[in-house]
């Protein structure tokens, strides 16, 4: 059992349990850095056409800045990873926040659209780095589905981001320019910058990895090798293609072919935000009863099943938009079973390598997103089935892959024990 446990728990003994202040802060501060993402795309959308007449860009060069983003963002997370595992989680997030906010500067800064693009893309390599390491910190601080657990109320709060973002950015235009929002940027990343040494290191030197960055970085080959790791990278990588597919998509279904207005829109699309909170916090509540993987089969189950219904209702319209509105909310809310189960097992077999599992996983869900948004437009017909036909590929890629990884026959899928730590 004593093998078996986490650093953190092994000195748990020893030192006092945090105060529910301290706890707090933790979590808000571990929230604020895996919701960089979400903060960067989001705030600065509705300035989108004020940005294209002041920069004398076309929307389709503007759109770049949001696939530049993700492209920087995907890839990035590669090099922080084994940095992380060999210097510590504090030092590089406190760097990539420093290259965030020099990022969002020059965005703000930006004279023409591809100008704006490169600095997205600068900003994105800044903000991946909070992402993927607040994930390898918490996998530090926490057993394996006590961390699944904290991943999902993380994953709550976070989910706010692209709640608030839009509207957020909406009001600063109504105040100033489309510069501004960028510069409030600059503003966040400060804050988080000092909000970021108030946490302790929680990867102890003993616990690094010292081999050199570059054999570091061909582990990535050795990791895709494993089986399991495979299993849970594709579990969430295949429903990122779906989530990404339904924002690359959604609006022109629901607006273009059914005709709603974009108020109505926005408005659908924060339902099935909040439905993404709720089954976060129901995994919150099970977990640590049920076991993690058992909740990731379940929320592989119902992605499939619910993957299934968006393509038939795509297909003949079955119950018009409130048919497709419904079976929509009811797949993106699997996120709550299938994304903090699926990186809480991914990175309890790799404690010296939890920054490296953390880039690679993070690195498939972007890259898989990337996928699932660049098919939907690919064939691209005028309805809303090739979105639906995406949806159906990402639910049942997700079960199978979970099936794929259970017949190891070592994997866990009961409930929790003392081995996960929690």
Not at 24 to 45: C, E, G, K, P, V
Not at 125 to 132: N, R, W
Not at 256 to 276: K, M, Q, T
């Amino acid at each position: 059992m004593d093998e078996q446990r986490t650093v953190a728990e092994r000195i748990g003994s020893s030192v006092s349990t945090p105060s529910r202040l301290r706890e707090f802060q933790r979590l808000a501060i571990l929230s604020t850095l895996m919701a960089f993402a979400a903060i960067s795309t989001d705030l600065y959308l509705p300035a989108i056409p004020n940005m294209s007449a002041s920069l004398g860009a076309s929307q389709s060069t503007l759109e770049w800045t949001v696939s530049g983003y993700l492209i920087g963002f995907s890839l990035g997370q590669l090099f922080w990873g084994p940095i992380s595992d060999r210097f510590g989680r504090r030092m590089p997030i406190a760097i990539g926040i420093v290259i965030f906010i020099i990022g969002s500067a020059g965005c703000a800064l930006a004279t023409d659209g591809w100008q704006l693009i490169g600095w997205r893309i600068i900003q994105a390599l800044g903000a991946c780095a909070s992402v993927v390491l607040s994930r390898a910190i918490v996998r530090d601080l926490y057993g394996r589905d006590r961390a699944a657990r904290v991943l999902s109320t993380l994953i709550t709060v976070m989910a706010i981001a692209p709640l608030a973002g839009p509207s957020l950015g909406a009001q600063i235009l109504v105040f100033g320019s489309w510069q501004v929002i960028f510069w409030v940027l600059v503003v966040i990343g400060m804050a988080t910058l000092a909000g970021l040494f108030t946490l302790p290191e929680s990867l102890a030197s003993d616990n690094r990895n010292h081999e050199p960055l570059t054999k570091a970085l061909a582990a990535y080959g050795s990791l895709l090798r494993n089986r399991k790791l495979v299993g849970y990278a594709g579990t969430a990588g295949f429903f990122f293609s779906g989530t990404f597919a339904y924002i690359a998509s959604s609006a022109f279904a629901f607006i273009d072919f059914y005709g709603l207005s974009p108020e109505r829109y926005a408005l659908l699309f924060a339902v099935g935000i909040v439905g993404l909170m709720i089954s976060n916090q129901i995994n919150a509540r099970l977990v640590t009863r049920l076991g993690s993987d058992r909740m990731l089969l379940i929320g592989a189950i119902g992605a499939a099943i619910t993957g299934l219904v968006v393509a038939v209702v795509t297909f003949t319209g079955l119950g018009g938009v409130w048919g497709l509105a419904i079976s929509t909310w009811l797949f993106i809310g699997m996120n709550g079973f299938i994304v903090a189960n699926s990186i809480s097992g991914a990175l309890a077999d790799f404690p010296h390598r939890a920054g490296t599992v953390s880039a690679l996983l993070g690195a498939i869900q972007y890259g898989s997103g990337i996928g699932g948004s660049a098919a939907v437009g690919l064939f691209a017909n005028g309805t809303p089935a090739p979105m639906g036909c995406m949806f159906a590929v990402a639910g049942l890629g997700c079960l199978l892959s979970v099936l794929w990884m259970s017949s190891t026959g070592d994997h866990e899928v009961g409930p929790s024990t003392s081995k996960n730590g929690s």
